[in-house]
Each structure stands twice: as structure tokens, then as C-alpha cells.
């Protein structure tokens, strides 16, 4: 499955989400632009501001000086009416004034007496000085006023005739002086006013009277070396500093007086704005203009903000969207939209999306290539493996393509088939006409397809070889042109078979033992020629019903469906008859069989039975005492060889002593291995149970000879039997007694082996011995028994034999013993041994079988 | 690959096995056991030097059968019979058939572990004699057929003259012939030569 690469979302940023980035982005961005554009726009106002002032200012300093100079002109208009006073017209029309021509009357801190009422003018100031000059100019009356020291005579040069005042400055203080003639009315002038008025600070404030200074400065300075003569607030800017002084401080503003000026004066004009109020006038300006861009700065924010979160959630409606459809057409896992970054997690999103859209694209390109090569592969794989012959040809019946069955069937390489007509190729010439017209049907729209289907032929290979096919032809439009796919079944196995089912069919009718199917009514439905004896046994014939035990017997095989055997005895035959129920068909078959030959021989082999089980008794106990000899021998072999292997190791100290241990718990081992073989031995021996019962010993003695019949012959060794006349009845174990007499001879006819052929004699003698005894001798023509060995002979593991265990004596005694009989040897060296067998013996006793 | 002989040992008695193992390692030699001919048969390699301990009567495939089987192979180890009591004549069989040795059950060690030194050591000359054989059949391979009938001739012991009239030839170009067979045979002498051609003469009788 497709994973999508998360790691991005490891980011910090990707776990914002998107209206608190906006936030945080919103307000970080004004803090900047706040910075950067506070100063530079604060700076820009305030210079702004200041430029406005300042021309303000100028206009201002220049309506100051306007004002002044209007005053000025008043008070000049003022003195004109102050002539006319008619007490003073009268003073210099009196006599007096012509009296004192020639002389200057000085009069110190006393008002002028026609000046009681002061100047005509509102507001006016108080002359410091009030002189009356005649035509000429002399002064005839001279007023002090007030007690300001004065250069008249200074003064009194700058009367012109024009009578024009003028500002000038004497003595470092600055006057307005004024003059006006005196006449009554259209006489003649004869005398002249003149009004010398300081220009002080009242006089500043009063020229400015009707305005107000409102923290303005106004004053006058001596323009050539920039000295201050008198301002309005001599308290704040006091005379005699110089201009620049205050130029920290104010704003100064400096204008030539363009009326009243006297000549050779350069009195100048000066304005001077504090420049504190301004700084403070500026600032209450700028902190309100910054307010207001704080609250518009405030506003872009939360409108921003409010956007991005806006967009945001339609991000997220649009995450959830994507992230169903992801789920639903492409089966990603559902994902929660997840918290954070919006537009990154989108991002992300998409990317996966687009990813796995490719994903799925390949996958299912792939998965489509794969399925039309499959699809390719498994046809022509089916085309190819078929096992019919598959033959393609185009209109003109020209083979186009061939599978591989085809090649093979009718022995030709592709390249030879291709490109030829396929009758002529394939088919036998005798149907040549009949695939041509297949063909030509075929052709045909609208043809029926059962036309173009199976037909019987006859094909032949390239070795001439010929074979029954049934031949279909398939009409397959191509895109350009028509081919037609035959099929050439081989039918040759077809017909085979159906010729072996017919014969096979009457493979019963043939069979010589009796087969019948009974139905489950108890019909026989069929029986083959065989059944005759049966059915005429039974009394029915074909199509009757069986009898009644018969059909019985039927119905319970078909009911328990398992087969049964029943044995049917004829006059003259025996046959068994196996009753075989077929469930599913609801009938069962019968097969006798005539078993009348079995049955006799059966009954001769149980004749022999007895026989048989006698010899193999006897026979086994020779070959298991050289086949326990065997088995003995393999565990003793081991520890001889365990032991010497031990001797060896611990002679030369190789080995270790787990080794030597494990070595000597193999030989306790094969010693305990070796000691179950004598056990079984002895439980061979001796556990079984004796089974008594009432014999002949003549038979017996019968029997064993004839059981060796066949060995002395094999060794050429002349048997004689001397029996007693009458029989010798004897209680005793047959098998047993058998067993022991058959070992006598055995080992009689072994003795002889290295005598001459003509003289290997054995003789059987059985006599009673007594009433209660009887006796047999078993007598052979061997080397003899040495006498020294004659008293071994029945230890046990005594052996003269090359392959001889020293086991059959041993046995021997102890079964004849256990009869209460005796055993004993006796020998000639170079004659013979004779071996005499006692037993018990009651004439009383009846014989049975025997 | 091991050079050093191994003791093979098939025997079906388990015991047997083992205990013949611990014993024939008391001396120090290579042993390997196999509970059937056909277990031996599957893991043997003809290549391998050593001898073959082998018990006469076995199920399946018995010690007899195997011998056969050996000799059909052309497969020359030296095989030693065990036998059980009993099988003497079998044991007989087997030693017509070319067996080194029999011993009876229970064993006599000395006499087992001396006769399966012997078998070693035959295995070894015969091994000898085998690398000394291929040796000269490579030799052999080396020569012309004109230089083979020489060879042939000469080792009869016949006289340059008379090879050069048998073969049609001028007795220099016997000579010539003869040098080169020596040479290429890398025999010093004429009876080094001899001695080879009898080593190998299967490959000469081929060659003519």
C-alpha cells in the first residue's frame, strides 16, 4: 500500500494553525511597518508642519509690522489734530508768543497745558516729550514730560519741513517723532508741534493693540550691528542683547520699516515666535496624526486576520473534501483533517493525493498490461497446449498459423505449413471436397454455426500416415480479412474405444463364471450364458423373480450396501456366489464362481495339515538353533570387539574416560542383549505346554521317517525300519517326542556324511521293553563317539558340528525327562552310534488317531 | 580432499557397527560405518582410499552382492568378510570372489586389525600402480600411431631393421621414430621402455 511521506508535518509551522499565523503575521508586519514608517512619516509632518508655520509666521510678523506701522501713521495723524487744539491755536496766536520771540522757555515734568486731555487717539501713548518750535524750526517751548534724559538738540536736526515723523534711535533708545504746523484755520501758520514718543514696550503693545501679541515678540533692532533697541517684553527679551542670541530660542522674523524712517537710520523690524509653543504646537499635531494611524494600522490587522481566517476554514472544508474523496474513490485511509497549518497540511494533501492518483494510475496500467498479457498468454497457451490439432487458414484455406499439436500430429515444421492450402497439406484427398465446402459454407454470412461444425474426416500426415478426425471450423472476423480456426480432433482413440466398450460389452456374456444383476424388486435383470446351472438351480429364468430366501438376502444387501459371500452347493458343483450391491443404481450384481476344484483340494490339504504343522516344528529347530547361534553371536562379537577396543585405548592412554565409560556400557549392554537371546531360548524350550495324548510310537516312528525321507535320500543314506509286531501305546507330547526322535536322525544322517555311500546305513527300532516300557533306537553307520565325548553329549552347548549349537541334545534329554524316559549314547569308533530313547509306557491304554 | 585411508565398515548390526568403530579407532585409523551395501554404495567414493570391513549376511543387498557390484564398478578397494558362525562357506564364496580376507565372529582384534592394515596396504600399491598406469597412458596418448606400432615393436624386442622392413621405412626413420618414442615416454632405457609397455598393455594392444 501506499505510504505518504508525513515528515513535513514534523515542522512547527505546520502545526500553527492558520488564522493564529495570520494573527501573529498581521501584527508582526505592523510592528515593522510601524517602525519603519513612524519616524520617516513623523519626520515628514513635522517638517511639513513646519514649513506651514513658518509661513504663517512670516505672514504674521509681517501683519505685526503693518500694525506698527499704522500706529505709527495714527499717531502721526494724531499730533496733526492735536495742532488744531484751539487752546493751543490760541497759545501761539496770543500776544505772549510773539513777546517771547527770541526766547526758549524749558519747562521740566509739566504737562504741556492745552495736552490735558492727551492725545486724540485711543489707546495712545504718552509723548516723553512736547516741544513748540517756530517756522523755522527753534524751539520756543520745551516740555519734559517724564524724566528721561534726551538729546534735544539731536532731535531737533531731524525736523524737516515736510513735517513728517520719523523712528530713529537716540542714545540707543528708539523714538517715534512727529510734527505738525499749527494754524487757525485758513490764517497763517505760526508754529510747530513736535511729539517725541518713545518706542517702548507700552508703545509696541499698544501699536498692536487691537491683534494681541499671544506669545509673540515684537520689537525693533539696529540693523547694522543687529542690536536690539526695545521689545514688547523686556522682561523675556531684554534691549541691548543681539539678535542672534535668540535665535535658539525663537523663531525671529526681521523686516525693514518702510514708513517713518528717518534717514541714515537703519531701524529694523523684528518678530520673534518662541519656538517652544512651536515644538509643543508640532508634537500635539503629530501624536494625533500617529493616533489615527494606529487605529487605521489596527483595523488593516483584524481585516487581514479575519481574511486569512476566513480562507482557513474554507482550506480545512476543502482538507475534509479531499480527504473523503481520497477515501472513497482511491481507498487511502481516512485521514482527520488534522490540526495546524491548513495550507501545509493541504499542501501535503495533495501531494499524497496526486501521488497516490499516479500511484493508482501505474497500478492499474500495470495491473491491465498484466491482465491482456495474462489473457494473451493463457490463449495462446490454450491454443498452444491443446491437445487437439488447431489449424488457422485464411479465405483461400492457406494455413496462417498452426499450434504446436498440429506440427506434431501431422509431422511438419511450422514453416512448412504455412502458407499452403490445408487440404492439400493435411487432409485426406478423398475429403478434399468435403473441409473446401465446410469452408465455402462457412464463409457465407449468416451461416448457420452447426454447419461449420464436427464433420468426420479423414487426415493424413506428412509420413502418409492416416487418422479419423472430426473437423470444426470457427469463422473469425478480423478487423482487414476473415480466417477460419479448424479444430482437427484425433477421434482415432474415439472410435478405438467405442469399438473396445462393444467388446467390452461382452466381456460378461463371455466371462465362464456365472454374472447376474438383480434389481431391487428381486428381478434378475440380466445373466450371462454361464448362470445356467444357477438359474436352474434357483427354478427362475431371466426376467423372474428370485426365490424368496434369494431376494431376502438381496434386500438386505441393498439396505446395509455391503458385500456378502454365500456358498451354493449343486449336485455336482460348488460355486460361491459374491453378491455385490450397487446403491446408487438400486441393484446388485452377482458373480459366481464354480469352486468345486478349490473346495476338493481344500479338503486334501486339510489332510495334510497335520502333517505340514509336524514338519515345520521339527524342521525350525535345527535352523534356530544356527539362527540363534547367529543372533548370539553378533552381541558377543561387539564385546569382544568394545572390550579390545578399551585394552587398546587404555594400553596407549589414548581416549577419555567418558569415552572408555560409554564404551563399557555398550558391552553391558550387548552382554544383557545377549542374555535376552538365551532367555527367549529357554522360554522357546521349555514354557510350552505339554500336550499330552495317547500314541502309537510305531507311527511315530512312521511319521519321522518319512519325514526324512527325502534327506537320506539327498545324502544316500539307506533307512531301515524294525518295528515292534504289535502297537506301543504311549501317553505323551506328540510335537515333543517327534522333536526329539527327528533331531536323533538328523544328527544320525549328519554323522555319516564323510562315510562311504554304500555304507550310510540308519536303523529305526521300536520293542516294548517290559510291561511298562517302551524303547527306540536310532542306530547310524557314522565314525562314532569318541568316549570321551560320550558324556558330554547331553551337557548342553556341546557340539561336534561344524554349524552345530550343542542345543538339540541338551533339549532332547530334558524332554524325554520331562516324560520320565531316559536318553543315553552308545558308540563304536569307526561302526556307528546308537541312541536309545526310553518311555513309559500302559497297555491299558487306548489308542486315539494313531 | 582426506588422504588419509579410511576403514569402511557395513555391517546391519548396529552394535557391530559401533563396536568394530571403537575398536579399529583404537589404532588410529579412519573409520565409517554403513548399515546396508546400498548405504555404502550411495556415499562412496571411488576416489577414496581404504578398505572395506564387509558382514557376509545382511537384508537387502547382501555381502556378496556388493563385492559383485564392486567388481562390475571396476571399483578395486580390498574388501575383508566377517562372517557369523555358520557362513563358512559363503565366507569361501566371497574369497574367490576376491575378497583379501575373512575373519569369524567374535573377532580376534590382532588378527582383524593386521589383516586390515594388509588391505591397506594393498589398497596403497594398487593405488600406486594405478597412478602409475594412468601416468603412462598419458604418455602413451602422446604418441603418433606410426610412433605406437614402433613402440609395440621395439618392446617385442625386435631390431631397428627388421621394424623398418615391417613398416615400410628407411632404419633412420625407425630411428628417429624410437628416439622420439623414448622421449616422449620418458623412458631412460629400452627396458624402462619394457617395463612400461607391460605396466600398460592394455593401451598397447589398443594402439595396433
Not at chain 1, 497759545?91 to 517771547?100: A, F, G, K, R, T
Not at chain 1, 553391558?668 to 538365551?678: H, K, L, S
Not at chain 2, 549376511?57 to 574388501?79: F, H, K, T
Request: aromatic share 8%; with cysteine; glycine share 6%.
Amino acid at each position: 500500500m501506499f505510504t505518504p511521506d508525513r515528515s513535513r508535518d514534523q515542522s512547527w509551522i505546520a502545526r500553527v494553525p492558520l488564522p493564529w499565523i495570520s494573527v501573529f503575521v498581521g501584527l508582526f508586519c505592523g510592528f515593522i511597518a510601524w517602525l519603519i514608517i513612524d519616524p520617516f512619516q513623523s519626520k515628514e509632518l513635522g517638517d511639513f508642519f513646519q514649513r506651514d508655520l513658518e509661513s504663517r509666521l512670516e505672514i504674521r510678523a509681517a501683519d505685526t509690522r503693518r500694525r506698527f506701522e499704522y500706529f505709527l501713521t495714527d499717531l502721526d495723524e494724531a499730533t496733526r489734530k492735536l495742532a488744531q487744539n484751539w487752546r493751543l491755536v490760541r497759545h501761539v496766536y496770543s500776544p505772549q508768543w510773539d513777546q517771547s520771540r527770541e526766547k526758549t522757555f524749558v519747562y521740566f515734568n509739566q504737562p504741556s497745558p492745552w495736552m490735558e486731555q492727551g492725545l486724540p487717539l485711543r489707546g495712545a501713548v504718552e509723548p516723553s516729550h512736547v516741544l513748540l518750535l517756530d517756522l523755522q524750526g527753534n524751539p520756543r517751548e520745551i516740555y519734559h514730560q517724564q524724566d528721561q534724559p534726551f538729546p534735544i538738540d539731536m532731535a531737533l536736526e531731524l525736523f524737516d519741513d515736510e513735517l513728517k515723523g520719523i523712528t530713529t534711535a537716540l542714545w540707543q533708545v528708539p523714538y517715534f517723532i512727529t510734527w505738525a504746523e499749527i494754524a487757525a484755520g485758513a490764517q497763517e501758520k505760526r508754529a510747530i508741534l513736535m511729539l517725541v514718543m518713545p518706542i517702548n514696550e507700552q508703545f509696541l503693545s499698544a501699536s498692536q493693540q487691537y491683534a494681541g501679541l499671544d506669545g509673540i515678540v515684537i520689537g525693533l533692532f539696529e540693523g547694522d550691528q543687529q542690536k536690539l533697541l526695545t521689545s514688547s517684553e523686556v522682561s523675556q527679551v531684554g534691549p541691548a542683547t543681539l539678535l542672534d542670541d535668540w535665535a535658539e530660542d525663537y523663531l525671529i522674523t526681521s523686516q525693514a520699516l518702510a514708513l517713518y524712517l528717518a534717514p541714515q537710520s537703519n531701524l529694523q523690524f523684528f518678530t520673534f515666535i518662541s519656538r517652544s509653543r512651536l515644538t509643543a504646537k508640532l508634537e500635539h499635531i503629530l501624536a494625533s496624526v500617529r493616533q489615527q494611524r494606529f487605529f487605521e494600522a489596527l483595523v488593516y490587522v483584524a481585516a487581514f486576520t479575519i481574511t486569512l481566517f476566513l480562507i482557513s476554514s474554507r482550506l480545512s472544508h476543502i482538507l475534509q473534501r479531499i480527504s473523503t474523496f481520497g477515501h472513497n474513490a482511491l481507498g487511502i485511509e481516512q485521514q482527520s483533517p488534522g490540526h495546524g497549518n491548513q495550507l501545509l497540511l493541504l499542501e501535503n494533501r495533495l501531494q499524497e493525493l496526486f501521488q497516490q492518483v499516479s500511484y493508482v494510475k501505474d497500478e492499474t496500467k500495470v495491473a491491465q498490461e498484466h491482465r491482456i498479457r495474462e489473457s494473451e498468454a493463457l490463449k495462446s497457451a490454450l491454443l498452444e497446449n491443446s491437445l487437439d490439432p488447431i489449424i488457422t487458414v485464411d479465405k483461400k484455406g492457406l494455413i496462417v498459423e498452426a499450434n504446436a499439436t498440429a506440427q506434431e500430429s501431422f509431422g511438419y515444421h511450422r514453416e512448412q505449413l504455412l502458407g499452403n492450402p490445408i487440404d492439400l497439406l493435411v487432409i485426406h484427398p478423398k475429403d478434399h471436397l468435403q473441409i473446401r465446402e465446410m469452408l465455402a459454407r462457412c464463409r457465407q454470412k449468416g451461416t448457420l454455426q452447426k454447419l461449420c461444425q464436427a464433420q468426420k474426416m479423414l487426415s493424413i500426415d506428412a509420413f502418409g500416415g492416416e487418422k479419423p478426425v472430426e473437423c470444426s471450423v470457427m469463422p473469425i472476423q478480423l478487423k482487414e480479412r476473415m480466417v477460419f480456426t479448424i479444430y482437427l480432433r484425433d477421434i482415432s482413440e474415439r472410435e478405438e474405444a467405442e469399438k473396445r466398450i462393444q467388446s467390452l460389452a461382452k466381456f460378461t456374456s463371455e466371462n465362464p463364471s456365472p454374472v447376474l444383476r438383480v434389481n431391487d424388486r428381486g428381478v434378475i435383470i440380466y445373466a450371462n450364458s454361464a448362470s445356467t446351472p444357477l438359474l436352474d438351480y434357483w427354478g427362475c429364468d431371466r426376467g423372474q423373480t428370485l426365490p424368496l430366501y434369494w431376494r431376502n438376502l438381496i434386500f438386505d444387501a441393498l439396505q446395509d450396501g455391503e458385500n456378502r459371500e454365500y456358498e451354493i452347493n449343486l449336485e455336482e458343483q460348488i460355486y460361491s456366489l459374491l453378491m455385490v450391491p450397487v446403491l446408487e443404481l438400486d441393484y446388485a450384481n452377482l458373480y459366481g464362481r464354480d469352486i468345486t476344484q478349490v473346495r476338493t483340494a481344500e479338503q486334501q490339504s486339510r489332510q495334510h495339515q497335520s502333517e505340514l504343522v509336524h514338519v515345520c516344528r521339527l524342521s525350525t529347530m535345527g535352523e534356530m538353533a544356527t539362527g540363534l547361534a547367529h543372533e548370539l553371536n553378533q552381541p558377543l562379537s561387539a564385546i569382544v570387539n568394545f572390550a579390545s577396543g578399551c585394552v587398546r585405548r587404555l594400553q596407549t592412554g589414548m581416549g577419555g574416560e567418558a569415552e572408555l565409560v560409554d564404551a563399557m556400557a555398550q558391552i553391558t549392554v550387548q552382554a544383557e542383549r545377549a542374555g535376552e537371546i538365551i532367555k527367549r531360548l529357554r522360554a522357546l524350550v521349555g514354557k510350552r505346554a505339554q500336550e499330552h495324548s495317547v500314541v502309537n510310537l510305531n507311527h511315530l516312528v512312521l511319521e519321522v521317517a518319512s519325514f526324512v525321507e527325502y534327506v537320506a535320500e539327498k545324502h544316500h543314506v539307506d533307512v531301515t525300519l524294525r518295528l515292534s509286531q504289535g502297537p506301543l501305546p504311549a501317553e505323551l507330547d506328540l510335537v515333543q517326542i517327534e522333536q526329539v526322535l527327528l533331531n536323533l536322525v538328523r544328527n544320525a544322517i549328519d554323522a555319516m556324511k564323510h562315510v562311504d555311500i554304500d555304507r550310510r546305513k540308519l536303523e529305526l527300532v521300536t520293542r516294548k521293553l517290559g510291561e511298562d516300557q517302551v524303547e527306540v533306537l536310532v542306530k547310524d553307520t557314522g565314525p562314532g563317539i569318541p568316549p570321551e565325548n560320550i558324556e558330554h553329549l547331553f551337557d548342553a552347548f556341546f557340539s561336534t558340528k561344524e554349524s552345530g549349537m550343542g542345543m538339540g541334545l541338551p533339549i532332547s534329554r530334558k524332554i524325554i525327562e520331562s516324560h520320565h524316559g531316559q536318553i543315553s549314547a552308545t558308540s563304536e569308533i569307526g561302526k556307528g552310534a546308537e541312541f536309545r530313547v526310553v518311555l513309559p509306557s500302559d497297555p491299558n491304554l487306548e489308542l486315539a488317531g494313531f | 580432499m582426506n588422504h588419509k585411508p579410511t576403514v569402511f565398515v557395513v555391517d546391519d548390526d548396529q552394535a557391530i557397527r559401533s563396536s568394530l568403530k571403537w575398536l579399529i579407532e583404537s589404532v588410529a585409523m579412519q573409520v565409517k560405518t554403513f548399515e546396508s551395501a546400498d548405504a555404502f554404495i550411495e556415499n562412496y567414493y571411488p576416489g577414496r582410499s581404504g578398505c572395506l570391513l564387509l558382514d557376509v549376511r545382511m537384508p537387502g543387498m547382501s555381502g556378496l552382492e556388493l563385492q559383485e557390484y564392486l567388481a562390475e564398478q571396476r571399483i578395486s578397494i580390498p574388501v575383508i568378510i566377517i562372517t557369523g558362525h555358520g557362513d563358512v562357506p559363503m565366507a569361501i564364496r566371497a574369497m574367490k570372489a576376491g575378497a583379501v580376507d575373512f575373519i569369524e565372529k567374535p573377532f580376534n582384534d590382532e588378527l582383524l586389525l593386521e589383516s586390515i592394515r594388509h588391505a591397506l596396504m594393498l589398497d596403497e600399491q594398487q593405488r600406486d600402480k594405478q597412478s602409475q598406469k594412468a601416468e603412462i597412458a598419458t604418455r602413451l596418448a602422446r604418441l603418433t600411431p606410426r610412433e605406437h606400432e614402433v613402440m609395440a615393436m621395439v618392446t617385442e624386442g625386435k631390431a631397428n631393421k627388421e621394424i623398418a622392413s615391417a613398416l615400410g621405412v628407411s632404419a633412420k626413420t625407425v630411428e628417429a621414430h624410437r628416439a622420439r618414442v623414448m622421449e616422449k615416454m620418458q623412458a631412460g632405457s629400452l627396458a624402462d621402455l619394457v617395463r612400461m609397455a607391460m605396466l600398460a598393455n592394455i593401451g598397447m594392444d589398443a594402439g595396433i
